[in-house]
């Protein structure tokens, strides 16, 4: 009696579980970038993907060639997009795909190809609600060595824009923020120079409403003036080409056409 309560519970489980990863979804209005990728750089090699839309419409993707490519996609309001992994050609190992709502943010990164059933949903986006103001547009944002300022064009009434930052790949809700009242900038200081910052502006529409953000991701304050004496060994620098070196932040190279041996790579 107790071998078989323990079968069952363990089947319920099962099924429990194979129903998650089924229903694997999140709630993503306007804009998506589908982003795909190959571990050896040569494209999926005959492998594709279809994007199925509740509307009735499928498009196929693939990545020709290359390590990486990106498609954009919209979720409309009341629509729901199906990602299925199609696979078909070689090297499935290196195959794997990223969807990512309009701030940046993460939805779904696949495992490889080689663990994905061929012609199944792995991800659903749906759009359900629609914020009452649209996201910030046209962000921009312009550096010097410890300062930043920010710009963006409001699409209509907000209470006020919330502004977030911190140094690239920080978790949003974990960073630096401000709070803008009836203006469209801002200026923040205490940077750090040659240091890549992350910028999130979202348009807060009421106390319990708010839009996507718009993100600014990557971007590096401004070099600082060095003091002398100042070493630099390379040490920590991965090697470049002739053409394309691997070079710290803030360092440079510069080229003639009198010969055609370069070395500038470390």
């Known amino acids: ?22 229903l694997a ?13 190959d571990s050896y750089g040569d494209g999926w090699n ?20 290359g390590s990486s490519g990106s498609y954009a996609l919209t979720v ?12 078909g050609g070689s090297y499935t190992s290196e195959c794997t795909y990223k969807i990512k709502d309009a701030s940046g943010n993460v939805l779904y990164s696949s495992p490889t190809g080689s663990f994905m059933t061929a012609g199944a949903t792995q991800y659903y986006v749906y759009c359900n609600t629609i914020a009452s ?4 547009t046209a962000l921009s944002v312009i550096t010097t060595p410890l300062d930043a300022g920010i710009s963006w064009t409001s699409g209509g009434s907000v209470l006020y824009h919330l502004v977030e930052y911190d140094t690239a790949g920080f978790t949003p809700g974990t960073g630096d923020t401000a709070w803008v009242y009836n203006d469209d900038s801002i200026f923040v200081s205490g940077l750090s120079p040659a240091t890549q910052y992350d910028f999130r502006v979202t348009a807060i529409c009421s106390s319990s409403d708010s839009s996507q ?16 004496p100042w070493f630099e060994d390379f040490e920590g620098t991965t090697t470049g080409s002739t053409f394309n070196p691997s070079l710290p932040q803030c360092w440079d190279f510069y080229t003639n056409t009198t010969s055609s041996n370069y070395y500038p790579y470390v």
């Open 25 to 37: 979804q999140s709630e993503s209005c306007g804009n998506i970038t589908l982003e795909l990728y």
């Open 133 to 136: 103001c649209p996201m910030p």
């Open 213 to 228: 953000a718009a993100v600014a991701l990557g971007v590096y304050t401004q070099c600082a003036a060095l003091s002398t």
């Open 1 to 22: 009696m107790k071998r078989h309560f323990l079968t069952r519970i363990l089947a319920t489980s099962m099924v429990l579980l194979l129903g998650n990863l089924a």
């Open 46 to 65: 005959g492998n594709d993907m279809d994007v199925i839309s509740s509307s009735g419409t499928t498009t196929t993707y693939t990545l020709s060639s």
């Open 76 to 87: 409309t309001y009341g629509d729901t997009l199906e990602f299925a992994w199609q696979g």
